[in-house]
């Protein structure tokens, strides 16, 4: 019994309290762990959806339990306070007891549990069943749309795209008993036919507000009005025919591209493409995994906000997946291993299907890489033969000086094996390489790349001592061949966040876009 000795010891006649910010706290990581689990595997995934677990997470995104616990908990201990207030007044009494402050009640991580109970939602909407249960309810449909559109206090971006998500899964006019499992390989064959696209775990929509059908393939999937109801996307003075509101109302326009953003080491889905403050991180301590999390504006996001409205005509999606600087901090898949599980994650969705662009950080561009080179291999012809464009922003095509450091750093750093495949000469490397050399040469492929200029700072200890290093040189960062842009007083980690829409980061990625988009136009007119 792993709790046996903690009971033992527990004294019942004082028992420890436990308050709404414990309860939220074990939730949230239960709900994590459940998610981390089920996400790869669809046996897990029908185990816990046949024990109940959808209604547990209904009531998780549609309630506010913990907030009125913590309300309840605050009002408690304001009362408390007031009556030693006044017994501090009539006795003189200098008590100092802080447990009665309102102002000392934690505040549950609710936000946090909902964006997970969306995840796992998300992961159990291509179930079968999941899907009947949730187009079976009315109230739950209405409140997904209305996150995802933004028409509730709903901020959080994974949640809003985790709500659209949902829905695209659910509302697919495809027969709900014919879905499968997010964890089949797609056939090589007819990877855009057999079925609606399939948004599972590690993919999110950019602009998750835009009707439904904005984020569909172009292979004749529809939503299904007769069970997309009413209720489930009106409002008042919304068209109850087609179930938009009044905003939505207008006939869409399906997009003519995709554009797919793939971070790199240690970045994240939208912490990576934030808006920068500045383009250099040489005044900030610590390593350099920890400088991406804070880097930039919090909670902007360059492509969301500035290239949804320069470049309408595309559909904004995002991507993430485990990656390391060391093993100290975690697991961290080897290349093959991510290229592969977002290969399959991408085809099941649609991508592919239109003109693609992979927008790329660091490691990124080489995961999309990898990506083609196993398209190539498993016949995704569509898929790579739509894949029009390429943008690297400081990507190491060649190996990063930070894979390169003496065996003696590794004993600190311990490397995760991502990085170890980044060293100089690395053969995988040049193979990659000239294989998209190759596609750019027949004119399959347009290239755009980015460098840094400035060091970027790794390890900062006492006394001033530090480490820092251009970890992507420009003669890595240009693969040979595509246009090169080097970014002047910029570092590895601010290449890819722009200051402004002047910025060559920005400026020159939006031309590029519709460059390709004009001479796709132009090919299909002829």
């Known amino acids: 019994e792993p709790f046996a000795t903690a009971l033992k010891n527990l004294n019942k006649k004082n028992p420890p309290k436990f308050d709404a910010a414990d309860s939220a706290s074990a939730t949230l990581k239960g709900i994590k762990a459940l998610a981390e689990l089920c996400s790869e595997d669809g046996a897990c995934q029908k185990r816990i959806a ?30 408390i306070r007031e009556v030693q207030d006044k017994n501090v007044s009539t006795s003189n009494d200098s008590s100092n007891d802080t447990t009665s402050d309102p102002s000392s009640v934690r505040v549950p991580p609710a936000a946090h549990i909902r964006r997970h109970a969306g995840r796992l939602v998300t992961i159990l909407s291509l179930l079968p069943n999941s ?9 739950w449909c209405k409140w997904l749309e209305e996150c995802a559109s933004g028409r509730v206090p709903c901020n959080d971006l994974k949640l809003k795209s985790y709500c659209r998500l949902t829905l695209l899964n659910v509302f697919c006019s495809e027969d709900p008993n014919t879905g499968s499992t997010s964890d089949e390989y797609p056939d090589s064959k007819s990877e855009y036919k057999r079925k609606c696209p399939q948004f599972g775990d590690a993919l999110f929509l950019l602009n998750p507000e835009l009707p439904l059908e904005v984020h569909l393939d172009n292979n004749g999937h529809e939503i299904s009005r007769k069970k997309f109801k009413d209720d489930c996307c009106t409002e008042e003075g919304g068209d109850s025919e087609t179930g938009d509101a009044p905003s939505n109302r207008a006939k869409y326009t399906p997009p003519l591209m995709d554009v797919v953003f793939v971070h790199g080491l240690r970045g994240g889905p939208f912490n990576s493409w934030r808006i920068a403050d500045d383009k250099s991180s040489t005044t900030k301590a610590g390593l350099v995994e920890s400088i991406d999390e804070d880097a930039g504006k919090e909670g902007t996001c360059w492509p969301r906000e500035w290239l949804s409205a320069d470049f309408p005509q595309a559909r904004f999606l995002t991507v993430k997946y485990k990656t390391n600087l060391t093993q100290w901090t975690g697991a961290s898949l080897p290349l093959q291993e991510v290229s592969s599980m977002l290969l399959r994650k991408l085809i099941a969705a649609g991508i592919g299907s239109r003109p693609v662009v992979f927008v790329t950080h660091s490691m990124g561009g080489l995961v999309v890489k990898q990506m083609l080179y196993q398209a190539k291999l498993n016949n995704y012809d569509k898929f790579l033969n739509n894949t029009n464009g390429l ?19 590794g004993l600190v750093f311990r490397p995760a094996p991502s990085i170890g495949e980044l060293r100089s000469g690395s053969p995988r490397l040049v193979e990659l390489n000239d294989f998209v050399r190759q596609r750019h040469s027949k004119g399959l492929l347009n290239v755009l790349s980015f460098s840094e200029t400035q060091v970027t700072p790794i390890v900062e200890g006492y006394g001033g001592w530090a480490l820092r290093m251009e970890i992507v040189p420009i003669e890595s960062a240009y693969p040979g061949y595509g246009e090169l842009v080097v970014l002047a007083s910029t570092d590895h980690i601010n290449s890819c966040k722009p200051v402004n829409k002047n910025d060559p980061s920005y400026a020159d990625t939006l031309a590029f876009l519709e460059k390709i988009l004009k001479s796709r136009l132009k090919e299909s007119e002829s």
């Open 391 to 409: 943008v690297f922003y400081s990507c190491p095509h060649f190996g990063s000086r930070l894979a390169d450091m003496p065996w003696r750093m």
């Open 50 to 79: 046949d024990l109940g677990v959808l209604s547990l997470l209904r009531r998780i995104l549609l309630g506010d339990d913990y907030e009125k616990l913590a309300a309840i908990e605050a009002y408690d201990a304001s009362r």
């Open 131 to 139: 899907k009947k249960e949730i187009i079976s309810d009315d109230v």
